[in-house]
C-alpha cells in the first residue's frame, strides 16, 4: 500500500535540496552524467513527427494498420538515426521523434536536412502504400531548438525505473509544432524561431522557401514553416524508384 506519510517526508526533501546544473557542449551519451540530484543544461535540438488524424487511424485495429505502422517507424528510426548526435529516439502515442546534441548551428542544420529527408520520404511511403492497397497517411513535421535546454534524471532511486525529462523550449515546441504542421492550411514542416535563427545563415539563397506566422490559437509563439524536400531523393521517387521493388 502507498505510504503517504514516508511520501510526505520524501517529497519535503527533494524540493528543499540543491539541483547543481552544469552546462556541457554534448549531452551525454550514457546516464553516468546524471544523478537524481544533478542537471546539464545544453544545446539541444529535436524533431517530432505526428501522425495526422490518428484517432480514427487507431481504430482500424487489422493487421494492415500493425504493418503499416512498423514500416512507417522503423524508416524514420533508420533516417533519425542518419545524423550520429542523436541523444534519444523514441516514439511517443502517434509521434515518431529525435533529440539531438547542436553545439553548433551546422549540427541544428542537419537536424533541418533530417526533416526533408522526412518530408521527401511521406512521397515515396504514400506511394507505396497506394501501390500495395493501403489508405495513405499524412504528417506533421515540428522542429524546435534551445541554446539552454535543462535536462534532468527522474524517477525513483532502486526501481529502476527512470527516464530523462527536457526542460526548454526544443521538445515542448517540436512536438507542439508537429500536431499543428500539415493542418488548417499550416505547411508540413514547422519550426520554432531558434530553430530557424540558427539555420537561416546556411540558407541565405532561399529564403522563399520559408514562411513567417505570427503568434496565434495554435501556437502561442512565432514560428516559420515550411515544405522543403529532399532534391535528389524526390527526382529518384518521380523517377519511378527503378532501383527498388
Sequence with gaps: MYNYKNSKSNIVNILKSKTPIERKNDIPKDQKGFTYENGIACYVSAIFVDIKDSSKLFKNKDEKLARLLRAFTSELIIIFQDFDKFNQIGIRGDCVYAIYSTPKKSDVNKVFDIATVVNTFMEM?????????????????????????????????????????????????????????????????????????????????????????????????????????????????????????
Design 125 to 245: 511511403f504514400n506511394e507505396l502504400l497506394s501501390k500495395n492497397k493501403y489508405s495513405p497517411i499524412d504528417v506533421g513535421i515540428g522542429l524546435g531548438c534551445d541554446c539552454d535546454e535543462l535536462i534532468i534524471k527522474a524517477g525513483r532511486t532502486g526501481t529502476g525505473i527512470n527516464d530523462k525529462i527536457w526542460i526548454g523550449s526544443a521538445v515542448v515546441d517540436a512536438a507542439n509544432l508537429s500536431s499543428i504542421a500539415n493542418r488548417n492550411g499550416y505547411k508540413k514542416i514547422a519550426m520554432n524561431e531558434c530553430f530557424y535563427n540558427s539555420i537561416k545563415d546556411f540558407n541565405d539563397n532561399k529564403k522563399e522557401w520559408f514562411h513567417f506566422v505570427n503568434k496565434s490559437n495554435d501556437f502561442s509563439a512565432n514560428f516559420y514553416e515550411c515544405n522543403v524536400i529532399d532534391k535528389k531523393f524526390n527526382n529518384w521517387i518521380k523517377d519511378g524508384m527503378k532501383n527498388g521493388q
